[in-house]
């Protein structure tokens, strides 16, 4: 059993078997409606992982002494086109504060720190 052993083409009985066993599996996911299941769970897991890391970064900003306490200064991360995620959560409220602004330069991360 060398490798030209798994270049040669399959036979007609292992092609009709791979054929229905790809057939059966994609008519049982169309007909129970687990698309739909699954991809709501994956954005709710995208939102917790959006959010954890969000806080986990200002947590960092904060022990590290980037930034100070102050409510104009925070972390903001891109969730999806047109959401974003900040930390301390108050950023998003206020029209004054940097959000907006990394809003419309549609940013990805943008992290606030002090100047020194």
């Not at 769970?41 to 022990?63: F, P, W």
């Amino acid at each position: 059993m060398g490798l030209f052993s798994y270049l040669k083409p399959l036979g007609r009985k292992a092609k009709e078997g791979a054929a229905t066993t790809t057939d059966s599996s994609l008519s049982h996911n169309d007909s129970s409606g687990t698309t739909e299941d699954l991809s709501q769970a994956a954005g709710e897991l995208l939102t917790l992982k959006v959010d954890m890391m969000c806080d986990y970064l200002r947590q960092q900003q904060l022990q590290r002494r980037w930034a100070s306490d102050a409510e104009d200064q925070g972390v903001v991360i891109k969730k999806a086109r047109g959401e974003f995620v900040c930390s301390p959560g108050e950023l998003i409220h206020d029209p004054q504060s940097f959000v907006h602004e990394m809003r419309s330069l549609n940013v990805k991360v943008c992290i606030t720190s002090l100047c020194r």
